[in-house]
């Protein structure tokens, strides 16, 4: 495998190609992952059909700015929670006019945890339509760049998910 080629069975081939048959346009808001989700699903060729963009929220004020996270969502339940996830993801879908909208949120470590927010805790929403939402909670192993790519991993499988229900 060359570093241009993504693996056929790679979960964001089978994404784009359900998102392609299904007509359907994707977009992101990423914090602890810093857009490795948004890189992977590019890395599609014909991506730009249903790709739409995403947001790096990393700090708090982009949260709250271009995806209009509420302050009290963040002072009451912290950037990394479900409530902010699931307003990250509908900020993302509304700004950039998408069917649907994956967040993340999370604690990569190797600092920064705690006994309530462990290293490794991310928070993911999924956005769609008619103002639906899921999420999901998710605790990663490993070091920072393991996490960032479990928390990648886990996002891109539960779209997935939805797609094929």
């Not at 069975?9 to 857009?35: K, N, Y």
Request: charged residues 20%; aromatic residues 4%.
């Amino acid at each position: 495998m060359t570093p241009a080629t993504v693996p056929a069975s790679a979960p964001e081939i089978l994404l784009g190609e359900a998102l392609r048959l299904g007509g359907q346009t994707i977009s992101t808001a990423e914090s602890c992952t810093g857009g490795l989700v948004l890189h992977r699903l590019t890395n599609v060729p014909g991506s730009s059909a249903w790709v739409m963009g995403g947001v790096v929220a990393y700090d708090n004020s982009v949260k709250q700015g271009l995806l209009k996270v509420r302050e009290t969502t963040l002072l009451q339940h912290g950037a990394v929670s479900e409530e902010t996830a699931r307003e990250m993801a509908l900020g993302a879908r509304r700004l950039l006019e998408t069917d649907l909208a994956i967040s993340i949120t999370g604690i990569a470590g190797p600092g920064g945890g705690t006994a309530e927010k462990p290293v490794g805790l991310t928070w993911m929403a999924l956005a769609l339509p008619h103002g639906r939402l899921y999420s999901e909670r998710h605790v990663h192993d490993g070091d920072r760049l393991q996490i960032k790519r479990a928390s990648a991993d886990a996002a891109l499988a539960m779209v997935l998910s939805y797609l094929k229900k």
